[in-house]
């Protein structure tokens, strides 16, 4: 049985591993370097993780739910138009990545090009979360069609996709020229495409 | 003074290696493991190149090359249109990726992602790279525009980036899908923004 010590160790554990994952690739990032950041025996983490697959998969639910944390408050917001949400959305990640320099990109993004060749439980994880990313730009768009702001000839799913991927490819972008242009750049094709007459 | 023989090692511990760093990341890639897949000596490797980072630039060089070989007979093909020229683009990258069943992705966009925080060297090389990448698609788009294809209010050098970014994007969800669907739907939307009225 976990006690609240062995669960605030765990959490300890998975925030110290999805920094440096975060920063310089799971396969770069042995766990001898996570105990010693995060000063806990090697006993500890195996009580709480299998090994390193079972340790990458939590770190990566842990990402996912500081993504749920940030986007689900601007998608539900009933007060927000559909563009003002993508706007909302862009701005948000637009700060989070300035405050970075523009470093680290996003760990899903990190983790597809990494592991999904070479991890079948990753790759499955990733495209699961790829589709609910998705899946939350395909009801906004949804909305911004019902309220005639956007194109409606657009098919949301498709269109939610292209958003999703084109918005990886800018983070690439980004962390390579350590510069906000490339996320500008794609928000103002997101409007372009969305928006159209 | 290097002998031909000489040459043909150094280029045989390149192509093994990018093969080797395509499919599993620089990082994740030692130089133990090239020899043995090269069946070269230590020795040999350190003639020809003076630490990994070294090699791995090299192999960044050869990967462009090839890219080039690719690329330059469509887009410099006067025969063709700009329109022609991407669909030729796309087709044949779709039918090298359908080949390697939608796994490896894009060499650049991996060593964007995995590199460019840890080593300010590939940062520099990755960009100048994506930039050439970025004016030959912008000169594509030039010439869309002055043949009446394309929407007359594109700014170039813009659509352009956009459109490579998208494209490292899309090679994302491709290597997890392991499916064409995302570079489909690129092309499709690539379409979309350019030839729109």
């Given at each position: 049985m976990v006690d609240n010590k062995g669960d605030a160790t765990k959490l300890h554990l998975i925030m110290v591993g999805a920094e440096l994952i975060h920063q310089q690739g799971f396969n770069n990032t042995g766990i001898a370097?996570?105990?010693?950041?995060?000063?806990?025996?090697?006993?500890?983490?195996?009580?709480?993780?299998?090994?390193?697959?079972?340790?990458?998969?939590?770190?990566?639910?842990?990402?996912v739910e500081r993504m749920?944390?940030?986007?689900?408050?601007?998608f539900m917001d009933d007060t927000l138009s559909a563009v003002d949400k993508?706007?909302?959305?862009?701005?948000?990640?637009?700060?989070?990545?300035?405050e970075l320099n523009f470093s680290h990109g996003c760990l899903i993004g990190n983790l597809s090009q990494e592991m999904s060749d070479i991890?079948?439980?990753?790759?499955?994880?990733?495209?699961?979360?790829?589709?609910?990313l998705t899946f939350a730009f395909q009801k906004v768009i949804e909305q911004g069609i019902a309220n005639k702001e956007f194109n409606s000839t657009l098919e949301p799913v498709y269109s939610a996709a292209f958003l999703v991927d084109s918005w990886e490819g800018a983070l690439l972008r980004m962390k390579v020229q350590k510069s906000a242009q490339p996320l500008e750049n794609w928000f103002v094709f997101v409007k372009e495409i969305l928006i159209k007459k």
């Open positions: 370097h996570i105990l010693k950041k995060a000063e806990v025996a090697k006993g500890s983490f195996y009580f709480h993780f299998t090994d390193k697959e079972a340790f990458g998969l939590a770190v990566l639910d842990h990402y749920k944390s940030i986007i689900q408050p601007i993508l706007f909302a959305f862009h701005e948000k990640f637009l700060q989070i990545f300035t991890s079948p439980v990753f790759s499955k994880k990733i495209s699961a979360i790829l589709n609910s």
